[in-house]
């Protein structure tokens, strides 16, 4: 069975204090790894794809990297408004709607 | 639309009572799809819709969730003698095709109460 799983469920960080968040999976011939950020009261927004192990991708201080295994959220000198529920998803081997993982809630204090 | 937009923001319901939820996606795009999201759960997928094609419906949980998509744009998901265990947030995504691969766009949601 498909399955995405995102550590810490939970993670608080001192503003400037970088660190890094897991998201594993299980499905075969990946077709694209989806991170997106979800602030309370809001629906889930977009942040990367990735498609291949060694890809990474940045954008402002998040970046994202893929193995064959995994994906990495690494936050680097976060600011308070990096706090959100951060999400990784995946497509099925089969069908077209994406597998999320539970998310990780970050909170990044002054 | 500039986004997906999805009515009610928030429904109080009774027990046993029906409701409906609706949601506009962004206009052109073709996939439409359905999630549930309960207290400390993960989206929980429940229906896709992807132009004049039959939808997925193999993530709705039974028999009292319905949904529909007029002329391909709007869509209605009903929820039938709701129950307690109903109450969540139910958010709509679109997308411009029908693939997995591709960018999701979020509603704000519609958060059920069941009492």
């Known amino acids: 069975e498909d399955q995405v799983t995102q550590s810490p469920e939970a993670l608080r960080l001192q503003e400037g204090e970088s660190s890094s968040l897991n998201c594993s999976y299980t499905v075969s011939g990946l077709r694209g790894l989806f991170w997106y950020r979800q602030d309370p009261g809001k629906g889930p927004e977009f942040l990367f794809t990735l498609y291949s192990a060694g890809e990474e991708k940045e954008k402002e201080r998040l970046k994202a990297t893929l193995t064959k295994k995994e994906s990495f959220l690494h936050i680097t000198a976060p600011k308070p408004e990096d706090s959100a529920t951060y999400l990784c998803a995946v497509p099925p081997n089969s069908g077209y709607a994406l597998n999320f993982g539970k998310g990780t809630s970050l909170l990044v204090t002054p | 639309g500039a986004g997906v937009s999805q009515s009610p923001s928030n429904k109080v319901t009774e027990k046993g009572k029906d409701v409906e939820l609706r949601c506009d996606p962004i206009s052109g795009h073709t996939a439409l799809y359905w999630y549930r999201q309960s207290l400390g759960q993960g989206l929980e997928f429940l229906i896709y819709?992807?132009?004049?094609?039959?939808?997925?419906k193999s993530g709705l949980p039974s028999d009292r969730f319905s949904a529909e998509r007029t002329g391909g744009s709007v869509s209605t998901l009903t929820i039938q003698r709701t129950q307690q265990e109903d109450s969540a947030v139910y958010l709509c995504?679109?997308?411009?095709?029908?693939?997995?691969?591709?960018?999701?766009?979020f509603g704000a949601g519609s958060r059920l109460t069941v009492l």
């Open positions: 995504a679109s997308s411009r095709q029908g693939s997995g691969a591709n960018v999701l766009t």
């Open positions: 819709f992807q132009g004049n094609s039959a939808p997925d």
